[in-house]
């Protein structure tokens, strides 16, 4: 198993839409969370960290579910500049490193 | 003024060849980073420099070193070029140590293609 799962997609939704995808993680002693975007040939940038209580950042939402092992990200109001790829990523011990998923690609539609 | 900045951007190579992509951040970070991201678009950390010391090393052909002149520079010197080591390389910066709530910047990325 992977340390950090993603659903690759791509996920096609019409603007105006809400859509929502998670992120599991195998290791319980996760301990922080975050959610990046990556639009295409261009580098990751820091979406939101995913707080124990979860935090919403305007239209966006992220969760964490650790009973589960997984965080979600939550977009509603789909804007066709959304088109990106979300890469999940976890950090786990005091190594300094950071899991990253392959990232879910999320494609808006007119 | 770019925060993260790595050349060049597009690098393409024959097979066997010595290569180095070059990397600053101007945001006066303490650790920066190494990362490969394959065609299968994972990101998978090579190395990481804070202040100067490597801090990690991952199991990365040792045809790859990096080179930290100082805590804004890291650089990347590639020999003996393989086929394989086509990807897009990116550099990355971070405030403390990296690890937990660390946040990282990225450079734009290198597109690496080896003939």
């Known amino acids: 198993r992977k340390e950090v799962e993603q659903d690759p997609g791509p996920f096609n939704v019409p603007e105006g839409a809400t859509v929502a995808f998670n992120c599991t993680y195998s290791n319980s002693a996760s301990q922080s969370f975050f959610w990046y975007r990556q639009d295409c040939r261009k580098e990751p940038k820091l979406l939101m960290s995913?707080?124990?209580?979860?935090n919403e950042d305007g239209r966006f939402t992220a969760q964490l579910n650790r009973a589960s092992q997984y965080i979600s990200l939550l977009i509603r109001d789909s804007k066709l500049s959304d088109s990106a790829t979300y890469l999940c990523?976890?950090?786990?011990?005091?190594?300094?490193?950071?899991?990253w998923g392959a990232g879910t690609k999320l494609i808006i539609k007119p | 003024d770019t925060a993260v900045s790595q050349t060049p951007k597009y690098l393409v190579t024959q097979m066997g060849n010595d290569k180095s992509i070059k990397c600053e951040q101007n945001l006066g970070h303490d650790t920066m980073y190494w990362y490969k991201q394959d065609s299968k678009k994972f990101l998978k950390i090579m190395f990481s420099?804070?202040?100067?010391?490597?801090?990690i090393n991952e199991t990365v052909p040792n045809r790859f070193s990096p080179k930290s002149p100082d805590k804004a520079h890291l650089n990347l010197h590639i020999n003996s070029l393989e086929l394989g080591d086509s990807a897009v390389y990116f550099c990355a910066s971070s405030q403390g140590r990296g690890g937990f709530y660390e946040k990282l910047f990225f450079g734009s990325g290198t597109q690496l293609s080896v003939l």
């Open positions: 420099y804070n202040n100067k010391e490597l801090i």
């Open positions: 990523v976890v950090t786990t011990d005091s190594n300094y490193q950071l899991i």
């Open positions: 995913v707080y124990s209580s979860g």
